[in-house]
């Protein structure tokens, strides 16, 4: 059983939801008028987006017809869509979009991950975090520095554990030699990466510059996979100025293609970590 989340949570809910409408023959609008909510708020739900009480729970059960049993499915799925996660906490510095990440991030089965000039974050040591945040991150509040490196950290957990994610990922050599935080903070990172590559949950690739151009050139990106079938397929991108959940099928199915495009044409695992090991050498 894949580790899940309240975003998980919440978002499962109401796709079951939308379906066991659209079984009822009832629109938005229509279920909306029954249970004396506006239609808006019934779109929102079904996306997953405000809690949901217990009563107006039974009401949507009751109007859909929904069985006893599945009742209590939802019902747990409810509960767990209002639990308070640790990202809760750094509401203050981090944004709506950011969080809702950490949430698919935490309740994800897979990621694959293309890099192209920072550590892929899930990777990061703490001493190269906390030099790349407070060097390297704008709009950043010294006050905010070791705060953002506490919720890096705690991202990592799910490295671990007795379900922990599975990771595809795949770092452009750019991303090897950045220098980030002096030689003894690199000269660590990149231990740390050969130590990860010996976990059976992560795949670790290198795309070396004598590669040339290839189908993920440019601004890196994560395709996340879940274990419900309901939940479909989602990208997260962040770049220096915005950040962006893609979850167009269409537009995610063009991510897919070139992660895995891409991936056909990296080192091989083995090949990759002799790579990062020389490359420690020179540090």
């Known amino acids: 059983m894949t580790a899940t989340s309240p975003v998980i949570k919440a978002w499962e809910l109401g796709i079951r939801l939308r379906e066991y409408r659209q079984q009822a023959g009832l629109t938005a609008t229509e279920t909306a ?24 729970l039974a009401q949507l059960c009751t109007l859909y017809d929904i069985g006893s049993d599945e009742r209590v499915e939802l019902e747990s799925l409810r509960l767990g869509a209002n639990e308070k996660a640790w990202w809760h906490e750094y509401g203050g510095i981090f944004s709506a979009e950011l969080q809702k990440f950490f949430g698919l991030e935490a309740g994800a089965e897979c990621v694959r991950s ?82 990860l590559s010996s976990q059976p949950n992560i795949q670790l690739r290198v795309l070396p510059f004598s590669l040339g151009v290839h189908p993920s050139i440019g601004a890196p990106y994560q395709v996340l996979s879940f274990e419900s079938p309901r939940l479909h397929d989602i990208v997260w991108q962040e770049i220096l100025t915005s950040t962006a959940i893609v979850d167009s099928r269409d537009d995610v199915a063009d991510y897919v293609l070139t992660y895995h495009m891409t991936e056909r044409l990296a080192l091989s695992e083995d090949e990759s970590i002799t790579f990062i090991q020389d490359i420690r050498k020179e540090v």
Do not use: W
């Open 33 to 56: 008028k029954n249970i004396g909510v506006t239609q808006g708020h019934v779109s929102a739900v079904e996306a997953g987006r405000p809690k949901l009480t217990a009563d107006r």
């Open 114 to 195: 293309y890099h192209s000039e920072l550590i892929y974050g899930l990777f990061q040591t703490e001493e190269y975090t906390r030099a790349l945040i407070a060097g390297g991150t704008p709009h950043v509040r010294l006050t905010e520095v070791e705060r953002r490196v506490q919720a890096r950290m705690a991202r990592r957990n799910r490295l671990a554990g007795t379900d922990p994610l599975q990771i595809s990922c795949l770092l452009a050599e750019s991303t090897l030699r950045q220098n980030i935080g002096g030689r003894d903070v690199m000269a660590a990172q990149l231990d740390h990466l050969v130590m």
